[in-house]
């Protein structure tokens, strides 16, 4: 894991958000561990304001929750919740697609094209974080082009209220690989402009965190 620090560009708090992001997908650390930073500091080899950072960002992407006056822990999501807010995003990004497909011009759709290269790209040679940054790019950029700029906003909204991707359906190497392919089908389903296959993938592309 030492050889990470070493990767370019990224500062050492950026490096060390991985490791312990890498180490939940893993499950070495579980859905609901605290995490002690004097642990964390001993474990990684790092000082108290990386940890420190590195918790405060991975808070901020949902992988860990941070309890005022405790600390943080990994994430632990109400399975009941999660799928009644899955369900609703089911609507309403499917209720999208018709203006997406209307909307969807050659060079969207090459942009789109290129972001879910960089997806696949991330799994390759990237961390963890890159690709959980690849995803969301990719998703707003194929829901940006629904004519209600507000529906992004509500998507967005929703999907802060679930785990991230890192702790719940990329437990495996599998589901990423799943997720790539996943988007270009929309891809495909889009330059094709078949917008009922474009629907049905969405769903399941949704859904995945449940069929994990």
């Not at 359906?169 to 990423?176: E, L, N």
Request: aromatic share 6%.
């Amino acid at each position: 894991m030492d050889t990470l620090r070493d990767a370019p560009l990224k500062k050492a708090w950026m490096v060390l958000a991985d490791l312990i992001a890498r180490d939940v997908r893993s499950g070495f650390f579980a859905p609901g561990m605290w995490l002690k930073q004097i642990d964390l500091e001993q474990r990684y080899g790092y000082g108290r304001p990386d940890v420190r950072r590195a918790l405060e960002y991975l808070a901020q992407k949902r992988l860990v929750q941070h309890v005022p006056n405790r600390g943080y822990h990994v994430f632990l999501p109400d399975g009941e919740q999660t799928a009644h807010i899955l369900e609703l995003r089911i609507i309403l990004e499917t209720a999208a697609v018709d203006s997406i497909v209307t909307r969807a011009t050659p060079a969207a759709i090459e942009r789109i094209r290129d972001l879910a290269q960089q997806f696949d790209d991330a799994i390759l040679n990237g961390t963890v974080l890159d690709q959980y940054e690849a995803n969301l790019a990719f998703h707003r950029e194929l829901l940006g082009l629904c004519s209600n700029p507000e529906l992004l906003n509500l998507v967005t909204d929703l999907r802060s209220r679930t785990s991230s991707a890192l702790a719940g359906q990329w437990s495996t190497r599998a589901r990423v690989e799943q997720s790539s392919r996943e988007h270009h089908a929309m891809i495909e389903a889009l330059s094709a402009r078949d917008a009922p296959r474009l629907k049905e993938i969405i769903a399941l592309h949704i859904r995945q965190p449940q069929r994990a």
